[in-house]
């Protein structure tokens, strides 16, 4: 290694991070407890030894810093940092580790496995309390300088109301594998998700928003690897500011962050907005016995939650090993900075936050009044994207399912659980179901609004929709972990016979319980969320936790039988009937109020007599049936232009009995009558062609949601 031949000037201590001004790049990073810190240059990723090694002696409120203006964008380098290594007391400093920059914006070069990558004698089964004194230089990871210009053109954030959103959840590789029509080269990459096919998909589905499954650059977990599986998921992260460099197709790094931007371009210009799922709760390096890689090494006592009188362990609320301190101003610093970066430079319209209780966390309490909502309240930039919160993490008291403050939208964990127990055909839900369907007012009411809940059956977290209707188990035996791990899901609805079958009755059943759930999702009040590939029906064969399998179990199909592509013009009527209705997009709860003109409430209820609901029919344990009366003149709201919103008046039936049950249609008067719009029972194909008068019986088949149109008879 040579000795410093580049010039180093002092620098400033701010930004943290790398950053190229068009003359040299200054270098900060903060470490509250380092003795000394060393900036070490490299000539490419494939390097075996840094090429300079460069002495930080800046050292500014805790930040370590130097300008170089030798070095231009595309240079490689990491940190060695210096300190005590006393992991008893928390401090794990061990300059024989090369680490990576917490602010790196693009990352040059991942992890090779290898026992240097541990701080302490892994290979000797010590207990972690011993240095390991080896060298990692060619194990570790590199982050790159880089150049943030790029052409956004007129680009433009499509800033769709949140009453208005469809979200759909997907992952950006296993997005376009399997596609037949996205070149070979571009499958699974950024920019194989901007192509044509992949974008007509999502207009048809009338997807307003894509949520991405992390994007933040990841660590494939060691264990994984020797099972042959991987981190598909990617919840498991590497560095909070570069994207996922496996996701494109140009080794360059600085060209792997102009893809992520060209599929954000791309979407706005379809006037679909990018919503990315973050992971601010842990990290990738684990607990006391996880690799050495960033964090552990730069300030171990700053960046995470420790016990108390026992530092040498990890506070883990997440299941993950670790817990972000997000009482150190630092720590938060740096991820509300990550958040405007992605907000600012790569013009990301939101967020979905990960285990986001744990984020709430003061002490040990979930906090709503904790530091991070207050910085994100007052920060006009944060402030005014997306904001979706997973209410929960694995700590004592950590559901917190409807506590989140203003501002936020949450994912209704009740909501998937109640609709799951409804369509099942389980006693006693009927009021909840009813409460979850018109926007859950008893979690968000007050200050929020119904769009606060995002409103979702299935996610990547748990089994497809197919496979909840098709199994009662899970089976995770890929997994490789005795299928001991996700959840033990009794919600599911298989018919009585689990796993794929060839009995044409419990297929055209299921089939019907796949409508019922996303007709549900998409006629409820609040946000729906759909769970890519639920669209036509896609299964994981029973394996509810697919978080290690990069393989054609997760990847989606495009190749469609004629049950799956009927399924899919399901969902594609579906999203015209909600986008068509304003009744489904009120930014409002119902209030059940009365028009004085036409005599009728904006919302009612009703038994199968055609009467309305009383507290015995809401009582009655047996009760699995009711409808509701949505009505399109009594929204009460004013569009961007001020104008009165009304729209259609619709009657839901539904009937989650195994048995049909005949339902009396309300009467509204004598110019009006009913046009049934939409059965599940059928595979959505058709028009509708059934009129009812009021009064007129209606057999709601067994298990089935039927939406009806009230209509004016023509005055001859």
């Excluded at 089964?125 to 990692?136: A, Y």
């Excluded at 994207?243 to 962050?257: A, F, G, R």
């Excluded at 977290?461 to 490789?480: I, W």
Aim: hydrophobic share 35%.
């Amino acid at each position: 290694m040579s000795s410093p031949s580049f010039r180093v000037w002092p620098g400033k201590p701010y930004p943290l991070g790398a950053t190229w001004d068009g003359m040299g790049v200054n270098f900060a990073i903060f470490s509250e407890n380092a003795t000394r810190i060393e900036l070490c240059l490299f000539d490419s990723p494939k390097a075996k030894a840094e090429s300079h090694q460069i002495p930080m002696s800046e050292y500014t409120d805790s930040v370590w810093h130097a300008y170089l203006p030798d070095v231009r964008p595309g240079q490689l380098y990491g940190y060695r940092v210096h300190g005590p290594w006393d992991p008893v007391n928390g401090k794990r400093f061990n300059a024989n580790k090369l680490l990576l920059d917490p602010y790196a914006k693009a990352i040059a070069r991942g992890v090779t496995w290898h026992d240097s990558m541990f701080s302490y004698r892994i290979s000797k089964g010590d207990d972690n309390q011993k240095m390991d004194t080896r060298n990692n230089v060619q194990y570790a990871p590199l982050a790159a300088v880089v150049d943030s210009s790029f052409n956004w053109g007129d680009d433009r954030r499509p800033n769709t109301p949140w009453h208005k959103t469809i979200i759909y959840e997907a992952h950006v590789k296993g997005m376009t594998m399997l596609h037949p029509d996205v070149p070979p080269h571009l499958r699974g990459t950024y920019w194989g998700f901007t192509c044509e096919p992949v974008i007509d998909h999502l207009k048809r589905l009338g997807v307003t928003s894509v949520e991405l499954m992390p994007v933040h650059a990841k660590l494939h977990d060691r264990h994984l690897l020797k099972r042959g599986l991987s981190n598909f998921w990617g919840y498991n992260t590497l560095g909070y500011f570069a994207p996922e460099p496996e996701y494109s197709k140009h080794p360059d790094p600085l060209q792997k962050i102009n893809e992520f931007k060209t599929l954000v371009r791309t979407l706005h210009a379809n006037n679909m907005e990018v919503i990315l799922d973050v992971v601010y709760n842990h990290t990738a390096e684990g607990d006391h016995l996880g690799p050495h890689l960033s964090f552990r090494g730069i300030d171990n006592q700053v960046y995470y939650r420790l016990v108390d009188k026992q530092k040498c362990y990890y506070q883990d609320f997440t299941g993950c090993g670790n817990t972000l301190n997000m009482r150190h101003p630092r720590v938060l610093q740096l991820i509300m900075d990550s958040l405007r970066y992605w907000i600012l430079e790569m013009h990301v319209d939101g967020f979905r936050f990960d285990l986001a209780s744990a984020l709430a966390r003061e002490l040990y309490e979930v906090d709503q009044l904790a530091a991070f909502f207050e910085v994100i309240h007052q920060d006009p930039v944060i402030s005014q994207v997306k904001l979706i919160a997973e209410p929960w993490d694995l700590g004592e008291g950590g559901y917190q399912v409807g506590n989140f403050p203003v501002l936020w939208t949450e994912w209704n964990g009740k909501y998937r659980d109640v609709m799951r127990s409804f369509w099942k055909g389980d006693h006693g839900v009927l009021g909840e179901f009813a409460t979850r369907l018109v926007g859950s007012s008893d979690l968000y009411g007050g200050a929020r609004r119904p769009y606060a809940s995002i409103n979702f059956v299935t996610c990547h977290d748990g089994f497809t929709l197919r496979d909840l209707v098709s199994y009662s188990q899970k089976h995770n035996e890929a997994n490789k972990d005795n299928n001991r791990d996700g959840d033990n899901d009794n919600r599911s609805w298989n018919c009585g016979v689990e796993g794929e079958t060839k009995d044409v009755s419990i297929k055209a059943l299921r089939n019907r319980q796949m409508r019922n759930f996303l007709a549900t999702l998409f006629f409820s009040s609040g946000v729906p969320m759909i769970n890519s590939g639920d669209e036509y029906g896609r299964t994981q064969y029973g394996n509810n936790n697919t978080y290690c399998h990069d393989n054609e179990r997760t990847w989606l199909s495009w190749e469609w039988n004629v049950e799956q592509q009927n399924l899919l013009n399901f969902v594609s009527r579906l999203a015209k009937l909600r986008k068509g209705n304003p009744v489904f997009e009120r930014r409002k709860f119902f209030k059940g109020k009365l028009d004085p003109i036409s005599g009728k409430k904006d919302i009612t209820w009703y038994a199968p007599s055609g009467l309305e609901m009383q507290e015995k029919d809401w009582q009655d344990h047996f009760a699995r049936s009711l409808a509701v009366c949505l009505s399109g003149a009594l929204i009460e709201e004013l569009d961007e232009k001020g104008h009165a919103v009304i729209g259609d008046t619709l009657l839901l039936v539904f009937n989650a009995h195994s048995e049909i049950v005949e339902f009396r249609l309300p009467i509204f008067d004598s110019s009006t009558y009913w046009l049934l719009e939409l059965s599940t029972v059928e595979d959505g194909n058709g028009e509708p062609i059934s009129c009812f008068s009021g009064n007129d019986t209606y057999p709601a088949s067994p298990r089935s949601l039927s939406v009806f149109l009230l209509q004016f008879k023509k005055i001859e």
